[in-house]
């Protein structure tokens, strides 16, 4: 591949934030970036985390990092902005890679995803820095012209005071456990079409047959349905909710062209609780009920 | 005009879809547009589309067409990603460009507005595409690289397997008929001021006069709206509602700097049923009332 | 630093609207701006300015404009469009950058900040402009082929007649004053965190003390709240409000990782009157309420 800027390290930064489209946070600093490094391109991954997330943040910016261009990653849901929380440059891939952000566990998981840390700096290097009246839109004052030093060639050593990788702030991520002989998991995601992607591996549900009952929340009077595991959305009946493999290879509860989310009344966080059908230790789950295609609760 | 990027056979990515903003999906596709043709422009057109609503992007598209640099435009509304229908590749002017998506009729009135296909194929060649752990995310696997691919000069009979364009599901527009000696039209669009545009062209209310009688549904008994034919908002007075050539040379309904669908309580997909004001033959259309000032419905 | 396109007068177009996302209005503007100047970058400040709210927009474009590239600035907040308004272009610095919109006082703040306008002509010359079916889309049919124009080299002079730089609609921004003692301000802008900038400078409130207290509203028998004055937002304790000093120099009312205009029940355009604790003249302000943990009025 020819090299359409020979005069930048990078030439592209991917953006995440929870700074939404409304107000110009996101266009100010892509001008800064600009400004610096003339010719970078920035991809922006989302600005609708929702606010003060991390952990929406965090997975976020973890299912897209194998398939971001190598460069600059900068990442910003920072709800200790101002505070003595450490700002980071993470190096990845010896040097393929930058990502900047706080250290408050927003950035580990996509590390982890590319095969963890190879330098980190703390961006104590003030001359990187721009002047600002307040110390709340670090954004724009300390991580956009590091962004666009970077991309021009600063070395990250350069940006402040090295630290241990293993001294950053792990990203916390819930983890599936059995209780009573059901699993019991969590929605980590629920996508802008409603499906609900667990913590859960196809392998985790190996030898479970073809329909699973699933329980929403920790209410344990509340009612099962019955998931059926299909591989596509259209193979999801009328009034059936399907278990799918999604793009990234993770269990999600799916309805095809509605919301899965609507239909279970489960959100990001929920826990769901799943049971065999045939689990013959254990007396029925009980009352089953499918889709209501005349009355969905809580629908648009 | 120099040629920028002399190694690139298109130089701009035109890009819809419903994905929304809130996930990495639209930031996903960007980074792997870039993987593959470095120097590659990226224009959303719109990532808003309505979940789904396939006539909606294909309207959207359509409008959008005459404006798109020439090029490679990628389209993706696709409620049946997975199943067996086509992902397609659809040459326009001789190569001038290359819209690609699924075979739903989200491209066929696009294609109709700059004359027509020249070449079609089936998005079959799998070594265009992405591995992937499931087939529900055709926009980053299939689409997103055959798109980089095109950029980079592949020529589409490379991507699968040519197929005959009259052969491409149609879009299917509603046509405006007479009842009654009535029109019968429909809001094909309401866009974010809320104007609602019509499936009529200023010629089709020829010689009806300056103030037509319109109603919002198929209740025969509900309300009667007059509406002023303006050629600009300002030209609406307080009370009134009008009905403008708007930028398309589309009739539509507006209401000076307020929402005419919050106005006429329609919606995209809603029946407007046009009267003559000096329609002789009828009885008069009985109740007419002028825009509420004090209390709108359905005002937020 | 090196010129990366050097057939390029500018190589920026900043670009804010009250389009909305969910039509195609924001990406016909890319598409044109790249048609008729490759290989400049765009940039977009915000496209979700509440619908013709030429003060919100002039604030926001205000606020970004010291963070700016150097280039073409283009702005349409525009309910008067198709009338006989004027479309301007705004020379400022001699040069260094030119500011594109309608003359409604939407660019004048801007202007303002940057050190005022050098020349400034009207965009009469049709010849810059696009052939419209109805004039209601000036930043397709006119602001966005002029912006091209600029950035390949067009002087402004060639867009239309000079006209006298005084002659620009100014931009009316609320003034805080002084009653009975109190400083009666308002809030000017409220933020995606819900952050509330007010009409005042740190200066104002001088010799006030750490806690102020704070009215909303014009209703005299509205509880009174008070704020602590702090530096960050992490220093302002659970059931407390603080004012801090923003990323722009100015106070805000804000809630550590909550919204403030929830907690105040303001919103943009508010008053806000403020009296200090110790108003030894005065009787007490009698009521003072902290924030409700348990019960927040009007939260999602």
């Not at 592209?12 to 610096?36: N, P």
């Not at 003339?38 to 991809?43: D, R």
């Not at 929702?50 to 460069?71: F, I, K, M, W």
């Not at 009952?213 to 998931?227: F, M």
Request: hydrophobic letters at 40%; charged letters at 25%.
């Amino acid at each position: 591949m020819s090299n359409l800027h020979p005069e930048l390290r990078y030439d592209t930064v991917s953006f995440l934030s929870d700074y939404g489209r409304a107000d110009e946070f996101v266009g100010v600093v892509h001008s800064l970036i600009r400004s610096t490094a003339p010719g970078v391109g920035i991809v922006d991954i989302s600005h609708d985390i929702p606010r003060h997330d991390v952990r929406a943040g965090g997975l976020t910016l973890a299912r897209s990092a194998q398939y971001l261009c190598p460069g600059v990653v900068l990442a910003v849901v920072d709800p200790g902005v101002g505070t003595d929380r450490r700002g980071l440059a993470i190096e990845v891939g010896d040097g393929q890679s930058v990502l900047l952000g706080p250290d408050n566990g927003l950035l580990a998981p996509a590390v982890a995803m590319v095969g963890g840390a190879t330098r980190a700096v703390s961006l104590t290097n003030t001359d990187y820095h721009l002047p600002a009246p307040g110390p709340t839109f670090d954004g724009r004052d300390i991580f956009a012209p590091v962004a666009g030093a970077l991309c021009m060639g600063a070395d990250i050593a350069d940006l402040g005071e090295i630290v241990d990788p293993n001294s950053l702030t792990p990203g916390i991520l819930p983890v599936a456990r059995e209780e009573d002989g059901d699993l019991v998991a969590e929605v980590m995601w629920v996508d802008h079409f409603g499906n609900c992607q667990l913590n859960l591996d196809p392998d985790d549900l190996e030898g479970w047959g073809d329909v699973v009952q699933v329980q929403v929340g920790t209410d344990p009077t509340a009612d099962w349905r019955q998931l059926r595991r299909v591989e596509t959305f259209s193979q999801i009946a009328d009034g059936q909710i399907g278990l799918i493999i999604d793009s990234y290879g993770v269990l999600t509860v799916a309805v095809d062209r509605r919301s899965a989310e609507t239909e279970l009344g489960a959100r990001s966080g929920s826990e769901i609780r799943l049971r065999r059908l045939d689990d013959a230790d254990r007396p029925s789950a009980g009352v089953t009920t499918s889709v209501e295609l005349g009355a969905r609760k809580g629908d648009a």
